[in-house]
């Protein structure tokens, strides 16, 4: 891992208001405590089975987030500490982290990932289901959730300017439902977007978190 790469990435990212959430997906717990003495603090993982080690290793002041496709069947396993679900692409999951949420006496603050790109494999809500979800009265009556804001990955290619449109296009989403559903909730503030390799198109395009792995923590060997 490179403290150096990091360091120089957070003086990138100070001129917006964006957060990194950094990516330590596949990496040793050691990687995760040089970040944590170098000062950081919001890391993210996909699996439920790495993270929950993780967490047990680490210590209790990060806040974890999930980026990744999460089963309904494995929410019961962090809900007691996890600091944000980034990932959230249907009702059913969102009300089993409420259910489990409640069942740890906590608020787990969320994201809806909204699905931009034009690969079918990438998980997602599409615009058609954010609007019934957020007008579901099944929505309406769950007390132990707090959605934060918007998730979503844009098409892996090098065509900057595809990127582009579809960051400006979760933007836009990002807009209208805060305008629509969160008008009085400043909670509702995230837009996670942008990875190693559009990060910088992602904070141009107002991203508030972006998630970063291979950029701090070399390549990742599967
Ligand atoms: C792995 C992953 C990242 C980080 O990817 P890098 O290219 O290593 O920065 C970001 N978001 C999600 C959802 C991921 O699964």
């Known amino acids: 891992m490179d403290i150096e790469k ?29 970040l ?16 929950t080690p993780k967490y047990e290793a680490c210590p209790k ?17 962090i809900a007691p500490f996890i600091g944000m679900i980034e990932s959230v692409d249907s009702l059913k999951l969102l009300s089993e982290i409420n259910k489990q949420a409640e069942k ?9 990932q909204v699905s931009i ?7 997602g809500l599409s615009v058609g289901e954010l609007y019934p ?24 290619t090098v065509d900057e300017a595809r990127i582009e449109k579809e960051f400006n296009f979760l933007k836009s989403i990002f807009d209208h439902v805060k305008q629509k559903y969160f008008a ?22 107002g991203a508030t978190l972006i998630r970063v792995g291979s950029l701090i923590f070399g390549e990742r060997k599967y």
Request: one cysteine or more; proline letters at 2%.
């Open 6 to 34: 990091y360091k120089q990435l957070t003086d990138e990212v100070k001129p917006y208001s964006a957060r990194i959430v950094a990516v330590s997906k596949t990496k040793p717990v050691e990687d995760v405590l040089r």
């Open 36 to 51: 944590y003495e170098a000062g950081h603090r919001i890391f993210g993982e996909n699996k439920v089975q790495e993270l």
């Open 61 to 77: 002041d990060i806040e974890w987030h999930i980026i990744g496709h999460l089963q309904t069947n494995k929410v019961k396993y």
């Open 104 to 112: 740890s006496n906590r608020v787990i603050n969320c994201l809806l």
């Open 117 to 123: 790109s034009e690969e079918e494999t990438k998980f």
């Open 133 to 156: 979800l957020l007008e579901s009265d099944e929505y309406a009556a769950m007390k132990s959730i707090r959605i934060c804001g918007l998730m979503g990955m844009a098409t892996n």
């Open 184 to 205: 009085n909730e400043p909670a509702f503030k995230e837009l996670s977007m942008g990875m190693t390799s559009d990060y910088k198109i992602a904070l141009k395009c």
